[in-house]
């Protein structure tokens, strides 16, 4: 079984930042592929950013160039780091960890992920 557990959300005005993290048991055991994903009111959840286990990182084109997905030398918490924030990134965001075999976030969606975290909510003001 993977843990994960979100912090760091919070309120921002527009262009403002945040770093999301994710701490997380047994990331490496269970799963080779570790992501964030967002979900708007009324809108279905949706992957971010994907970081495979040999380090690739593939990003939304809605969030490319703003958004960073990282992992600790432990391998135990995992980031997303959100500049140049836009009214429109207000979700609340997901850690997700699941074990595919393309990895990418292309090919991964919400309905492939195995573990998730309580989320976390990100507000962003214009």
């Known amino acids: 079984q993977v843990q994960l557990a979100e912090s760091g959300g919070g309120s921002v005005q527009s262009g403002g930042s945040l770093r999301l993290a994710c701490a997380g048991s047994?990331?490496?055991?269970?799963?080779?592929?570790l992501g964030w994903f967002r979900q708007a009111p009324g809108k279905e959840r949706e992957v971010v950013a994907i970081?495979?286990?040999?380090?690739?990182?593939t990003y939304a084109e809605a969030v490319k160039g703003r958004f960073t997905i990282s992992q600790d030398n432990a391998y135990n918490t995992l980031y997303l780091e959100l500049t140049g924030l836009k009214p429109e990134d207000t979700a609340k965001y997901y850690c997700?960890?699941?074990?595919?075999?393309?990895?990418?976030?292309?090919?991964?969606?919400?309905?492939?992920?195995?573990?998730w975290g309580q989320g976390t909510q990100v507000t962003v003001s214009s």
């Open positions: 997700a960890a699941t074990l595919v075999s393309r990895c990418l976030v292309s090919s991964v969606v919400a309905t492939t992920i195995e573990y």
């Open positions: 970081l495979a286990a040999d380090g690739t990182t």
């Open positions: 047994r990331f490496s055991l269970l799963s080779n592929c």
